[in-house]
């Protein structure tokens, strides 16, 4: 069996994906592959289906980005899916999640590993959920090795990372019953799994034989996601004892990833207050030993939708701030309905700036230079190195109006030029 990429970097050895990483991060080889084997940073990746963008997530990184895209049923097709990969890289996604539920949910996974350039995630769960249904059969009668063998087929597939709600426990279930909650489970994943626990009256397997998961990943060098099955899905429901509960079992779970050499992060929620962001951030971090802290959002009010890739992208800035190193995108249609080209787009713009703001919050040199560059672009009035720094570079299409005299905002009263003119006319006299 070849060692894992964790496993590589805890013997000084540089892969190609490291390589690659640390020269992107601006950060020596050594000191990334000293974070990827401490477990505070990952670098998903196949073994079957390299990417040729990958990348770093984690202490020291510049926060990422995800979009998920999918199939649901009788919604979308394989071609519309890669048109929204397409559209999500293009607008520049870090990462991309294949969360199919359709009956095509093969074809549309397969496409996504032959056309993805950079790392691509799914949902196992999701996938023996889907060949249930097409069987005839509910999700709660799948067997324990129906799961299992759906992370297996991933990993021969070519996944990156895999979410897999392994905190999801009995015991946190007591608690989500004995407390009440506004919206009891949001988590897809979650829902199945625990709709499974109470039908068969037995543990969540992905728990209760997490050794198992841990071969498979081995096996396949992919990345574990460890899952928030009980992520809050209204604002009233956040950092409660079920969430917590589940959250204290995935801490057990990374340290017993990091044993294993397997590289591992942990999702977060959720529909979040602003106050209470940092708080779950710096609980992550403290329970979970530093592993990377993926978040969706998180979601600061339950009062938006049509709007919800702002608002989740207010959430991420305070939750990049904070420490998470890897943003879930909204898009706007999060509690409509089913996502267009144009709302993943969106999505993706709304969380490539609350990640950057989140970085200069950090101070991660290359978005501290970014600020500083396109500022004094901005001075000039240099329209072409505006473009060249902006994270919106797209925007300056959309009105050509402007020239070394400024924009047409403000035209002959543009401020910077009067105050420039006069400043200089007053250093002379």
């Not at 899916?81 to 996604?93: H, T």
């Not at 993926?294 to 420490?323: F, K, N, Q, R, S």
């Not at 950090?362 to 004094?376: C, F, Q, T, V």
Request: with cysteine; net charge negative; charged share 25%.
């Amino acid at each position: 069996m070849s060692r894992t990429l964790m496993e590589m970097a805890s013997l000084g050895e540089v892969c190609r994906e490291v390589e690659i990483v640390s020269r992107d991060e601006e950060m020596a080889a050594e000191d990334l592959m000293e974070l990827v084997a401490q477990g505070l940073c990952v670098i998903p990746r196949s073994l079957i289906k390299p990417k040729k963008r990958p990348i770093g997530i984690g202490k020291g990184l510049r926060t990422k980005v995800n979009a998920n895209i999918g199939t649901s049923k009788g919604m979308s097709s394989v071609e519309e899916e890669i048109e929204k990969l397409e559209g999500a890289v293009s607008a520049g996604a870090h990462t991309v999640m294949d969360l199919s539920t359709g009956d095509d949910a093969p074809e549309v996974l397969e496409a996504v590993l032959e056309r993805s350039q950079v790392p691509v995630g799914t949902v196992p769960l999701y996938f023996a959920a889907v060949r249930c249904r097409l069987q005839g059969r509910r999700v709660v009668d799948m067997s324990k090795d129906e799961m299992f063998e759906a992370v297996e087929l991933h990993g021969r597939m070519g996944v990156d990372f895999v979410t897999v709600h392994t905190g999801l426990t009995r015991n946190a279930l007591r608690h989500l019953t004995s407390q009440g909650r506004t919206t009891d489970i949001v988590s897809r994943g979650g829902s199945i799994l625990a709709a499974w626990m109470m039908h068969n009256d037995r543990e969540n397997p992905f728990a209760e034989d997490f050794d198992r998961l841990l071969e498979i990943a081995r096996r396949w060098d992919m990345t574990l996601s460890l899952g928030d099955g009980l992520r809050p899905g209204s604002g009233a429901d956040a950092t409660d004892r079920a969430q917590i509960a589940e959250l204290l079992e995935l801490g057990r779970q990374v340290k017993m990833c990091r044993e294993a050499k397997v590289q591992a992060m942990v999702e977060g929620p959720g529909h979040v207050p602003l106050g209470q962001i940092r708080t779950n951030v710096e609980l992550q971090k403290r329970l979970c030993q530093g592993a990377p802290f993926y978040v969706l959002g998180p979601l600061v009010t339950d009062a938006a939708p049509g709007m919800d890739h702002l608002v989740g992208a207010i959430g991420g800035t305070e939750a990049a701030a904070a420490g998470a190193d890897f943003l879930c995108y909204v898009t706007p249609k999060e509690h409509l309905g089913f996502p267009s080209l144009g709302d993943v787009v969106e999505g993706v713009r709304a969380s490539l700036v609350a990640a950057h703001v989140g970085d200069l919050e950090k101070g991660i040199r290359s978005a501290l230079n970014r600020d500083r560059m396109i500022s004094e672009a901005r001075s000039a009035m240099d329209w072409e190195a505006q473009r060249e720094w902006a994270l919106t570079p797209w925007a300056f299409d959309q009105d050509p109006r402007r020239s070394s005299e400024g924009c047409a905002m403000c035209g002959p009263l543009c401020a910077m030029r009067m105050a420039r003119e006069a400043l200089t006319s007053w250093k002379k006299v």
